[in-house]
């Protein structure tokens, strides 16, 4: 759409809201939801990047190579906080093989090995 100013004649162009501000019905922006909508596939933690964010869908520690067997570092997880339905992101990962990383769980940061974060599965 098109404007004229009755003080300036030149023809303007109308600013039309820029994509990130448009707000959805649930109060997030368009920006967030496509993201969040980007990070609904499930998958483990040991393999997000810095700055990842999701929510920690269950643990499952077969399969997984740690010194601990898996009701072991399953009962570790839980009792550091690694529940279902919590909040996580990465903060920081470690200089050489990107490990140890740094993990916010809800108000908690904690380091976790990569290979004992594979026993989480997020999304």
């Known amino acids: 759409m098109l404007f004229t100013n009755d003080t300036h004649p030149q ?73 279902e339905g919590a909040r996580v992101e990465i903060l920081h990962e470690g200089i050489i093989g990107r490990d140890p990383i740094a993990v916010r769980v809800d108000n908690v940061t904690i380091a976790v090995r990569r290979r004992e974060a594979m026993a989480i599965i997020v999304a």
């Not at 040991?46 to 269950?58: D, K, N, S, W």
């Open 11 to 83: 023809v303007l162009p109308l600013a039309a809201p820029a994509l990130t501000d448009v707000l959805t019905r649930t109060g997030e922006t368009v920006a967030e939801r496509s993201q969040s909508a980007v990070q609904l596939a499930p998958m483990r933690l040991g393999m997000a990047r810095r700055g990842y964010r999701g929510v920690i869908l269950e643990l499952c520690a077969n399969k997984v190579e740690s010194a601990l067997p898996a009701t072991e570092l399953e009962s570790r997880l839980i009792e550091l906080g690694f529940v």
